[in-house]
């Protein structure tokens, strides 16, 4: 639990009461790489904190080809829910693509704490807004970017996460059309990056 402390830390501090709560109410787990939380058509009451690992938000679409709407890295989070706030589930499956150590906390639990204690509501809302400014950012990478362009993009703004996902991961959560559009992109990015050293 200490690793979750210094993390919920850094934006505002807990006392011993917070802290008790967190411990009795939550839990941590372990996963492994390639299982899933849950599936597309599956709903799980919890909000979980990523300690460490890498976790996929995702779908197949209609041609049964793999989207990737989202990834949670080491410090960020996740709900089996539409959000924390919701009983109804997400269509989407939630994967582990790394080994994952995770805590876990109903949403029930959690919206209690979060009306008890302004330092985690406080410390919750910081969270929420990292991972909006994140789907924002994905967003305009995504829409508003030529496909060569987004590779580098995510480098900007995630280079920890490039190094750790597959080609068709990255193809996926880009919204790359085949892996020559990905080497394509690679190409620029690798351009970009000479042109910047």
Same mark, same amino acid.
């Given at each position: 639990?200490?690793?979750?402390?210094?993390?919920?830390? =850094?934006? #505002?501090? /807990?006392? *011993?009461?917070?802290? +008790?709560?967190?411990?009795?109410?939550?839990?941590?787990? @372990?996963?492994?790489?390639?299982?899933y939380y849950?599936?597309?058509?599956?709903?799980?009451?919890?909000?979980?904190?990523?300690?460490?690992?890498?976790?996929?938000?995702e779908h197949?679409?209609?041609?049964?080809?793999?989207?990737?709407?989202?990834?949670?890295?080491?410090?960020?989070?996740?709900?089996?829910?539409?959000?924390?706030?919701s009983s109804?589930?997400?269509?989407?499956?939630?994967?582990?693509?790394?080994?994952?150590?995770?805590?876990?906390? =109903?949403? #029930?639990? /959690?919206? *209690?704490?979060?009306? +008890?204690?302004?330092?985690?509501?406080?410390?919750?809302? @910081?969270?929420?807004?990292?991972?909006?400014?994140?789907?924002?950012?994905?967003?305009?990478?995504?829409?508003?970017?030529?496909?060569?362009?987004?590779?580098?993009?995510?480098?900007?703004?995630?280079?920890?996460?490039?190094?750790?996902?597959?080609?068709?991961?990255?193809?996926?959560?880009?919204?790359?059309?085949?892996?020559?559009?990905?080497?394509?992109?690679?190409?620029?990015?690798?351009?970009?990056?000479?042109?910047?050293?």
């Amino acid at each position: 639990m200490e690793r979750i402390y210094v993390q919920f830390e =850094r934006y #505002s501090s /807990l006392n *011993e009461e917070i802290k +008790q709560d967190l411990t009795t109410l939550g839990k941590i787990k @372990r996963y492994n790489k390639g299982s899933y939380y849950k599936h597309e058509d599956e709903a799980i009451s919890k909000w979980c904190f990523i300690i460490q690992g890498l976790v996929s938000e995702e779908h197949f679409n209609a041609g049964d080809r793999l989207v990737v709407e989202r990834i949670c890295d080491t410090n960020e989070y996740f709900v089996g829910t539409k959000h924390t706030f919701s009983s109804t589930g997400e269509p989407l499956a939630i994967k582990f693509l790394k080994p994952t150590l995770l805590y876990e906390i =109903r949403n #029930s639990h /959690l919206q *209690e704490l979060l009306d +008890q204690h302004d330092e985690l509501k406080a410390i919750y809302h @910081r969270l929420v807004q990292r991972k909006l400014n994140q789907s924002n950012r994905h967003i305009h990478r995504t829409n508003g970017l030529l496909a060569e362009e987004r590779l580098y993009d995510l480098h900007l703004d995630r280079p920890n996460l490039i190094k750790q996902l597959t080609v068709e991961q990255k193809s996926a959560f880009l919204k790359l059309a085949n892996n020559e559009a990905y080497y394509k992109a690679k190409k620029y990015m690798d351009k970009k990056l000479k042109n910047i050293s």
